[in-house]
């Protein structure tokens, strides 16, 4: 590994992000921006992003989400707090929003407001929903996943079921980073920034495409997940020796016959009835059983290095916990140090990407509240006392509020 004098310049150096963001959207977007080297100072009322004193499910998104990232508060609630906003944006390259229809322009915030002081200006907006009848409406991850064919999918029949994570909210960031990778190439040609929207019913949709096509190519409509016609018979999680669970699939003939002669089940390969995948597909109610029969006496330990080996595709059951001790996210620096706002230190999962062969780790821990105010409206030509105005650090002073608890959050 090189040394940190010695890495070259990351590819987003010397571009400025401001993130007026909160939860996960428009987080994610300014995360991976954050990752890839730019400078990204995200603007926080003065009691700090609600994410921050989320709990339940909720507990992981601030620190995962906001690592690499500059912490300035203001308050939106004053012309002055607005203004301030406004200066700062003028120096950006970059304004990312997530709040809901309408409430950026009633602030003054908007692109076509921002866009007059700084025409470079590439501001991406993350909503429920692009240009349409919808755009109106507020939406959630488990909104869009019921809207748009994901849920019904997910779940068995008559119990539509939301994936276990925030799928579309990460995505629907991921898709807003996209957009601004492609606008600020196309800014050096032009010297115009774009205003550039991401939307979670949009993003979801895109994942449930393949089961519309399925639909359109077939005739038929798809069956939710628990009950779909596989394309391959072997494609299922078993129970082994211990009580064990384990996802093995067979795709292609080669996996399948080395499946068989792993499991010492000669007969199911000289079977007729199983001579290729769509014959096995046929025969998958009674194939399944046949293997799950003995799958039962046999153990992971056992089996894991022998399907590598063989190259069979397999999964043990893993739950999230696990993965602070997966040897390949350890071996691999798929997990790198971070230090949070209190002092303390995670480990956490990186870009799934890596550049010359190097992954991209934390360059900044998570922010404090305000951390970063002073230094970052300085720059702008404020005074001290101007900062602690604007920042609303005067009335918390006079209030006995510390920052950490309450919430006054633009949206």
């Given at each position: 590994?090189?040394?940190a004098s010695a890495s070259p310049p990351m590819p987003l150096a010397g571009i400025r992000v401001v993130e007026l963001s909160h939860m996960v959207m428009g987080p994610t977007c300014g995360m991976i921006l954050g990752d890839l080297g730019a400078e990204v100072i995200k603007v926080e009322p003065p009691r700090g992003d609600s994410t921050r004193r989320l709990i339940g499910t909720g507990a992981g998104f601030f620190r995962t989400f906001n690592r690499n990232?500059?912490?300035?508060?203001?308050?939106?609630?004053?012309?002055?707090?607005r203004d301030a906003l406004r200066k700062l944006a003028d120096t950006a390259d970059v304004f990312v929003e997530n709040f809901k229809p309408g409430r950026m322009a009633s602030l003054g915030l908007d692109y076509a407001a921002l866009k007059a002081r700084n025409p470079k200006l590439i501001y991406v907006s993350h909503k429920g929903f692009l240009a349409g009848p919808y755009e109106h409406r507020l939406a959630l991850d488990e909104v869009v996943q019921m809207m748009a064919g994901l849920a019904y999918m997910t779940g068995p029949a008559g119990r539509p079921l939301r994936a276990g994570s925030s799928v579309n909210d990460i995505m629907g960031g991921m898709f807003g980073a996209i957009g601004v990778l492609a606008a600020l190439h196309e800014r050096h040609a032009t010297g115009r920034g774009k205003d550039v929207q991401s939307a979670l019913f949009e993003n979801c949709v895109l994942l449930s495409a393949q089961h519309m096509q399925q639909y359109a190519a077939t005739g038929a409509?798809?069956?939710?997940?628990?009950?779909?016609?596989?394309?391959?018979?072997?494609?299922?999680?078993?129970?082994?020796?211990?009580g064990e669970q384990m996802f093995i699939a067979a795709t292609g003939d080669a996996q399948w016959r080395a499946l068989c002669t792993l499991l010492d089940r000669p007969d199911l390969l000289a079977d007729p009835r199983l001579a290729g995948n769509n014959d096995r597909v046929r025969a998958r109610s009674w194939l399944l059983a046949e293997l799950a029969?003995?799958?039962?006496?046999?153990?992971?330990?056992?089996?894991?290095?022998?399907?590598?080996?063989?190259?069979?595709?397999?999964?043990?059951?893993?739950k999230p916990e696990e993965l602070f001790d997966d040897p390949?996210?350890?071996?691999?620096?798929?997990?790198?140090p971070l230090q949070l706002d209190d002092g303390s230190e995670t480990r956490m999962p990186l870009l799934p990407l890596a550049l010359d062969g190097e992954r991209l780790p934390p360059r900044l821990p998570i922010a404090k509240i305000g951390e970063h105010t002073h230094d970052v409206l300085r720059g702008l030509g404020y005074s001290d006392e101007q900062i602690d105005a604007l920042s609303g650090a005067t009335n918390e002073a006079a209030n006995g509020m510390d920052g950490t608890d309450g919430t006054r959050h633009a949206s």
């Open positions: 590994m090189t040394t990232k500059k912490s300035v508060t203001l308050d939106l609630d004053t012309e002055a707090g409509a798809p069956a939710p997940m628990p009950e779909r016609i596989s394309a391959w018979a072997v494609y299922d999680v078993f129970t082994l020796a211990r029969t003995t799958l039962a006496t046999r153990e992971a330990a056992e089996l894991a290095p022998l399907f590598e080996r063989h190259h069979v595709p397999f999964a043990a059951i893993t390949h996210l350890i071996e691999s620096g798929g997990l790198a």
